[in-house]
């Protein structure tokens, strides 16, 4: 894969950076103005210490990041988290579309398996493909039982123009699975079958967190690797080396990317497109074991609150993480943050 970027790596590490310490200040006027209840207290307590200890090991914020939109979301309730995730992924789109085609934003072009990718003034193709996905999965959720036909046409037909354009096929499949799931959960509503999917979506993390590990174990000169492994992009290569060099540590570990995929593995993108081995390798076993907890707790929260719509989520966005990082991001997988609700509605 050639990756040719026209926007400065510099300039949107200045709007991040910007943006989260704008969340930071919130959070913290959240708390001057507000406080903190004593059910949110001892969860925000453990996490805070898991992310500063992982903070320390890696030099990355990813885990305290989420604990600063932990705070700013403390007394949402999971529609109207989703809801928020909605309109700004929406917005994202109405603005950054024109602006493309106006010249003031470039397209970054990549090239993969003999295909011209375009990412339409976003700072990546998968970047316009991970803005759809949220955008449908959204639009899923926030329907429930009452998709309406007009609307769901024209919002698959805008899909079907800008993933042909970004050839972002993550995304494709996804939203494919996605209505096929809406599907699935719309015609089939015995009890058992909701605690079924409830238990199945949390055990899907443990089986993913598992295959990525033994990925690590398949010979590269298996047929079938050699297939899996294109069909991935690659991605199954890199999991093998980072796992070969660096192997699994206990509290993580900082990793330079950027140095590494540049020198040794000729790849000309900077990042390691796989949520698991991201957190097995990178962020290590106690952060493994923390955001397995986290997901534990919402699809029981969603057995609980008998919302199962609240699973469709968190089953896309725990695929995703096969190919991309983006799963361990809050700006990417909102439904991490549903676990607030749960805290709201608990008794303590």
Request: charged share 10%; net charge positive.
């Amino acid at each position: 894969m050639q990756y040719y970027g026209i926007m400065s790596a510099n300039i949107v590490s200045i709007i991040e950076k910007s943006i989260l310490f704008f969340l930071s200040l919130l959070s913290v006027l959240k708390i001057i103005l507000k406080g903190i209840e004593r059910k949110y207290f001892y969860f925000l307590s453990i996490f805070l210490l898991i992310s500063v200890m992982n903070l320390l090991f890696t030099k990355d914020a990813t885990f305290l990041n989420l604990f600063i939109m932990y705070i700013i979301f403390s007394d949402f309730t999971v529609d109207e988290i989703t809801r928020i995730f909605f309109r700004f992924n929406l917005i994202a789109l109405i603005i950054i579309l024109p602006m493309h085609y106006f010249g003031l934003l470039p397209s970054v072009e990549t090239y993969n398996d003999n295909l011209v990718k375009y990412s339409l003034g976003f700072s990546h193709p998968n970047s316009l493909g991970i803005t759809l996905l949220i955008v449908n999965i959204c639009f899923v959720y926030l329907s429930k039982n009452r998709l309406k036909l007009l609307p769901t046409i024209s919002l698959l037909f805008f899909d079907g123009i800008l993933l042909n354009i970004s050839q972002a096929r993550t995304s494709l499949y996804l939203i494919i699975l996605l209505f096929l799931l809406w599907i699935i959960f719309n015609k089939f509503n015995r009890k058992i079958l909701f605690e079924l999917w409830a238990v199945g979506s949390f055990f899907l993390s443990i089986f993913l967190f598992f295959l990525t590990y033994i990925v690590n174990f398949f010979p590269p000169n298996n047929s079938y690797y050699f297939i899996l492994n294109n069909f991935f992009s690659g991605r199954l290569d890199l999991i093998q080396f980072f796992f070969n060099k660096y192997g699994v540590t206990f509290f993580g570990q900082q990793i330079h990317y950027e140095l590494i995929l540049h020198s040794i593995l000729n790849y000309s993108y900077e990042v390691l497109d796989n949520s698991y081995a991201k957190l097995l390798v990178n962020y290590g076993i106690i952060a493994v074991v923390a955001y397995l907890g986290l997901i534990g707790l919402i699809c029981f929260y969603s057995y609980r609150s008998k919302n199962k719509w609240m699973l469709i989520p968190v089953i896309i966005f725990l695929l995703l993480g096969f190919s991309e990082q983006s799963m361990l991001y809050f700006w990417c997988n909102f439904s991490l943050l549903f676990l607030m609700d749960f805290l709201h509605a608990a008794r303590v």
